[in-house]
């Protein structure tokens, strides 16, 4: 009997287990759907039907049955966890059983006509607006005690018969008020019709159910259980709505509707608590077969052990020695994690202090070409420019590396792409494979990141290579392919595609392990040959860039590796793009704040190139300390790693408080501190910048500072 896993320190109940992603989207898309039925249904509200006298026996004892063992199996967990918000939930569903029950006794017509208990001509329409009415307020006090949940004490059987009295009572004096006392409430029935009176009261149900819902959505950690008792709210809500507020009155299409609604309502969290009865249940049947399996393994230990003396110390041996080696790769694997998160520690280092060395190498390259005019000096200076922007973009793979990256999706010409990039992939194949590639001229071009796309197709590659022994030839070719939906189910893309294919002619991929290469850590390979890691990312590449990825193999026939990534609405910009310095010159005094000598004389000579005089400081607190002594500059701009104590996004932070008018622009070549920047609200430049990215950035900062002055004001 195959048992599902479960985590033994996670909760188990419903009433304590986190809402998941996909189960609150799922939630939320039966509310939707709800009220798409239920938009559909209000303007037929009102449309007469023929009176069946068996719906409301059948439909209300359908409630009951749900309501009372949904009570049940509340009051079962409530004597595990004695949660006083599981006490009051499971006595408002005693409370809507008792209800329904009075409901159908007094209903005129079905076993008297006027109804059982000595109703009257208002009492069921009372009882509804009653019935309908207490348990969102049951639910409310359910919300409010779950916010400060208190333990009972663990004479849990006095509480549930304590709180079954009292429940009982209020179904019982509400009973009585309908209908012995029915002549001291309104008229709210008229036969079969509504009165006016009927808005009020059915305002007041509707104003406790949309309680109800605010106080369950408001819980800070909503478990499961709040999930579903929102989702039974507003059925609840809808079923009141069309029975009782867009109707003509009984026995119209609003009237057999509302009741729809009102059984989804009842059988909601029944419906979740069985599952969670049947989870649980498997949870025991894997424990128990657990013990009986550990059971078994003592029974045969012991067995074994009392053989000979001889093969105890054998066997004690062996232990030793397996203990021993799981110990050391243990360590092994310790020493590595440790090894790799060092590594990514210093790659984000080291590429944040080159990002300031192409900073002064870009800058110092745009003022030369501005001073420079002959051919010879910009071919040079060109040539500089195409190494500056190779650097910025190993740079941007390496603290891709070290998860310091963002993504950066842009259009990608595909063919000049991949053929500049074939030099890379052959050198990660041997002399004995060949590359070929078939990229036509008309490929539209693709949007996706750039340096992910090359990290996959490397990883596919490689997975190449390792497959061929023997040697071989890896193809890669690409074709416009327009999908639909319809026609390729298995991807599951509608729109412009490009398909870009790599085969190899290696031993290609059994059957049976096609649909599971993409799964992470999955390998055929040797142990130490392979991290399982790479058809990993070829996927996620895949599907972040919103396409897909197939697989087609024979064994002993190589592999085809699709990739389909999605048109770009855009032309594909350049991969090494000719920049030129801004021309249009600026006015005004900056405050430059920059601990390094060779970055801050760039920088000093950029603003000056594009119109800004320059006031150059080394750190925070002498920065601070000017401005406070009223020195007037028309824009901040700051590093943000610095020494002193005080980060330049520190410096901000006091700027903005004092001087709340100043501009203030940050730079940094460290994409986390981006990131924190980002979420403080303040303008950042990325290191290494160009004079023009440098004259728009400072703009930005301007207009930025005179709109939030401006909506201060």
Known sequence: ?????????????????????????????????????????????????????????????????????????????????????????????????????????????????????????????????????????????????????????????????????????????????????????????????????????????????????????????????????????????????????????????????????????????????LLETRSLYARYVGDLQTANHALRDSENQLKQLNDTLEQRIAERSRQLEAEIAGREELQSALREAQKMEAVGRMAGGVAHDFNNLLAVVIGNMEILQVELRDKEHLAALEAIDRAVTRGSRLVRQLMTFSRRQPVNVVAVDLASHVAELSQLLEQSLRGDIRLVLDLPDYLWPVQCDRDELDLALMNICVNARDAMSRGGLVRIEARNATLAAVRDPALGLSGYFVAISVSDTGTGIAAENIDKVFEPFFTTKEVGQGTGLGLSQVYGFAKQAGGSVTLSSQPGEGLTVTLYLPRANAAAAETLPARTPATQPARGRILLVEDDDDVASVAIRTLGL?????????????????????????????????????????????????????????????????????????????????????????SRAIATSRRESRSSA
Not at 624 to 652: T, Y
Not at 657 to 682: K, M
Request: hydrophobic content about 55%; glycine content about 8%.
């Open 1 to 273: 009997m195959a048992v599902e896993s479960y985590n033994r320190d996670q909760p188990v109940f419903l009433s304590l287990l986190p809402a998941r992603p996909g189960e609150r989207t799922f939630a939320f898309g039966i509310m939707a759907a709800s009220l798409v039925v239920f938009a559909l249904l209000a303007p037929l509200a009102k449309v007469p039907l023929q009176r069946l006298d068996a719906f409301i026996p059948v439909y209300q004892s359908a409630l009951v049955i749900n309501d009372l063992i949904t009570a049940v199996l509340l009051f079962g967990q409530f004597s595990i966890l004695r949660s006083r918000s599981l006490l009051i939930l499971a006595n408002a569903y005693v409370f809507t059983a008792l209800m329904v029950v009075a409901h159908t006794l007094s209903f005129p017509g079905l076993f008297a006509d006027s109804g059982l208990l000595g109703a009257g001509p208002q009492t069921t329409a009372w009882i509804y607006m009653f019935w309908h009415g207490g348990f969102p307020l049951l639910v409310i006090g359910y919300a409010v005690s779950r916010g400060n949940d208190r333990i009972l004490s663990d004479r849990s059987g006095w509480h549930i018969a304590a709180s079954l009295v009292a429940t009982m009572a209020a179904a019982g004096g509400v009973t009585l008020l309908c209908t012995l006392g029915q002549d001291q409430l309104p008229a709210i029935m008229v036969g079969n019709s509504y009165t006016p009176a009927m808005i009020v009261v059915i305002a007041t149900v509707w104003v406790l159910g949309l309680g109800a819902l605010l106080f369950l959505w408001r819980q800070r950690q909503k478990a499961s259980l709040d999930l579903w008792l929102i989702v039974v709210v507003g059925a609840w809500l809808l079923d009141v709505a069309l029975a009782a507020m867009l109707n003509a009155g009984r026995f119209d299409l609003g009237f057999y509707a509302g009741r729809i609604y009102g059984l989804i309502a009842a059988s909601t969290v029944l419906m979740v608590l």
């Open 610 to 698: 594009i119109g800004y005089d320059c006031h150059r400081l080394r750190d925070a607190g002498t920065t601070l300390a000017l401005l406070l002594g009223r020195q007037n500059f028309d824009l901040l701009m700051s590093d943000i790693v610095m020494p002193g104590g005080m980060s330049g996004l520190d410096l901000a932070k006091k700027v903005r408080s004092h001087f709340p008018r100043l501009p203030i622009l940050l730079c940094t070549g460290l994409s986390t501190a981006v990131a924190d920047a980002d979420l403080e609200g303040f303008d950042v430049i990325a290191k290494p910048y160009r004079a023009d990215a440098l004259a728009d950035a400072i």
